[in-house]
């Protein structure tokens, strides 16, 4: 594929990848914030929590999306699926739109239709990524992923909740329903893929996925990664908090991180796999998110960090260091996936992130609450570090660093 046809094709990457956080961010960062304004109490709103469900499970009909998504003798259809799940995830967040707020349980139903369409979606973009980038290309698209992800998560969780507190529920709904159609319609008219499927291609499986040993090695190299660089990230905000930093400004400045650190991360994460390789961006992202941990943890020592730095850090781990080993990590996974069912070896990955972010959540709370953040930012700085070291290497060739 053409430079021609490439940069038209990674801009609709980015709008994908925007189009899904926007919805992410929604549901799991500005409507929990708008429903606690209203006066929803807590329990009820801790029942979000599982529209992620559809994230963590999409795997299991990821070979029904593939085996449509590439017809055999026939055309791709990338852009056929994204507009017909865009559509029914619009659809539901109009409906949200004009249902309201309350009851809460017919928002979540929808909320729930939505998460399954923009899940469903997310295959198809994943696996046409797989195959229409170029190896040259590969780090750019990754980029793209983290990049639109964080930019996404931005407005979703940000400006949804401005455009709320100054337009309505109603009104700010709608935007949102409006930006994603925009969105994912600008993607569809890119996602152009003329070389036919093979009339002879086997059928999507998981079964196919699990017996390359590639997959079965990077499922366990994911794991780690994600461990090592994931196990603080849901106690940066509460640790800011605890150090004093109002919950206006703490909210704020995620917001802003997200917007510029987390874009700019994707994008020297892009670099990086680019000029080096995904095996050493990962380590250089491994390496940095110790060196942010180990800093985190110096007050266990004694050695009082100003409020500024500790911020800074804390923003700086949870988005930069973060998008850039993302990036490298997804670079990574799509050298490993096959073409022939992109979006099934792909998604297997993001499911076992999903899971293993959801168990890290629970286990990162335990050990903040019994022995402080001291001690878990010294245990995720040993974790990165070790990861760093020990990080096995591909067992193909590095496609992303051709």
């Known amino acids: 594929m053409g430079a021609d046809r490439q940069l038209p094709l990674l801009a609709g990457f980015w709008a994908a990848y925007a189009a899904q956080s926007v919805i992410g961010g929604l549901t799991w960062g500005g409507l929990p914030a708008v429903l606690r304004d209203s006066g929803l109490p807590l329990d009820r709103i801790g029942l979000l929590s599982l529209l992620i469900a559809p994230w963590a499970l999409k795997f299991l009909w990821s070979p029904r999306v593939e085996a449509r998504r590439l017809p055999p003798g026939g055309r791709v259809r990338t852009g056929r699926i994204v507009l017909m799940g865009g559509a029914v995830a619009v659809a539901g967040l109009a409906g949200v739109a004009l249902t309201g707020l309350v009851p809460l349980l017919p928002v979540l139903a929808l909320l729930m239709v939505v998460a399954i369409a923009t899940a469903t979606v997310d295959i198809a973009v994943d696996g046409h990524a797989v195959r229409a980038l170029a190896a040259r290309r590969l780090g750019w698209g990754n980029a793209a992923q983290v990049g639109g992800a964080y930019a996404g998560a931005a407005i979703g969780g940000g400006l949804f909740v401005v455009l709320v507190a100054s337009w309505g529920w109603t009104a700010a709904t709608l935007v949102m329903a409006a930006l994603v159609a925009l969105l994912l319609a600008g993607f569809a008219a890119v996602a152009r893929d003329d070389a036919p499927v093979p009339a002879s291609a086997p059928r999507p499986s998981l079964r196919a996925a699990l017996a390359r040993p590639e997959i079965r090695h990077g499922l366990l190299l994911t794991a780690g990664f994600v461990v090592a660089q994931k196990a603080a990230m849901g106690m940066l905000a509460p640790y800011l908090i605890d150090l004093g930093v109002p ?87 799509m050298a490993w996936a096959d073409p022939a069912q992109g979006g099934v ?53 590095d496609r992303a660093a051709a």
């Open 247 to 333: 919950l206006a400004r703490v909210g704020l400045l995620g917001g802003l991180s997200s917007l510029t650190l987390g874009v700019a991360g994707a994008v020297v994460g892009g670099w990086m796999v680019r000029a080096m390789g995904t095996g050493p961006a990962l380590r250089a992202a491994l390496a940095l998110q110790a060196v942010a941990m180990t800093l985190l943890a110096l007050p266990v020592l004694g050695i009082a960090l100003p409020l500024s730095v500790s911020v800074a850090t804390a923003l700086a781990a949870g988005s930069f260091v973060l998008s850039i080993g993302f990036t490298a990590l997804f670079a990574q996974i």
């Open 345 to 397: 070896d792909f998604t297997l990955f993001q499911c076992l992130d999903a899971a293993i972010s959801m168990v890290l959540g629970v286990a990162a709370g335990l050990v903040a609450e019994h022995a402080g953040f001291g001690a878990l930012f010294v245990l995720c700085a040993g974790l990165a570090a070790v990861m760093a070291v020990t990080l096995p290497a591909s067992r193909q060739p």
